[in-house]
């Protein structure tokens, strides 16, 4: 039970600092100015909710394997039926996570300015590495911003535009579908059901 609790506070936390990562971000693109100051604080609460979606997903992640969610497909299934729709949740699953740990490290890589971290830690931007920028210029011919360019590009024009929102929608329509489904088990076969959770 403690388990369960966990993983719904940590599921509904990455939720919330989601919301709050597109919408600082969107609010900060159509409705301020680089003059204003408003665009600065919410540049800052954007970062900060990426950072905390990258925490929260890695705990959630860990968590998942500690409780032998993301077990072999063959001790999932107790049928061909749910076989064949347990990969495609798996693949999902697993999906949703790398574009979780993927989309807060390309910002990091991509951005080049320092942030206050919960207004307490101030973490120096990728810009601040010296021995990168010279190991680049040196051995690569390389500019630092050159570098970063397509992890900013990724991050804003193709993960959080395009991927994350095409997961997210997918995992929705799966738990809506899940649900539907499961209830509609529950009405016609409650026996069965009740029976294997005893079992279980």
């Known amino acids: ?7 719904r506070v940590l599921h509904w936390s990455i939720v919330i600092s989601v919301v709050v990562a597109y919408a600082s971000a969107y609010y900060r693109s159509y409705f301020t100015t680089q003059l204003e100051v ?22 959630a992640f860990v968590l998942r394997r500690r409780t032998h969610l993301l077990k072999p497909i ?6 061909k039926e749910r ?3 347990a990969w495609p949740a798996r693949l999902m699953h697993l999906m949703l996570y790398v574009m979780l740990f993927v989309l807060p490290i390309s910002a990091y890589l991509g951005t080049g300015v320092d942030f206050p971290l919960l207004g307490t830690v101030n973490v120096a931007g990728f810009m601040r590495f010296e021995v990168i920028q010279d190991w680049l210029k040196n051995s690569h ?16 024009n193709l993960g959080s535009a395009y991927l994350l929102p095409i997961l ?3 995992h929705i ?17 409650p026996m069965v059901i009740s029976r294997k959770k005893e079992i279980i």
């Open 38 to 59: 408003a665009n600065w604080y919410c540049l800052v609460l954007h970062m900060n909710a990426g950072a905390m979606v990258f925490v929260l997903a890695i705990l």
């Open 141 to 156: 011919g390389m500019l630092m911003t050159s570098f970063m360019e397509p992890f900013a590009n990724f991050h804003k």
């Open 1 to 7: 039970m403690v388990q369960f609790n966990v993983k």
């Open 173 to 189: 329509g799966a738990a809506l579908l899940h649900k539907i489904y499961a209830s509609q088990n529950t009405r016609f076969f």
């Open 74 to 79: 063959t001790v999932l299934a107790e049928n």
């Open 168 to 170: 997210l929608l997918g």
């Open 83 to 85: 076989a064949y729709t």
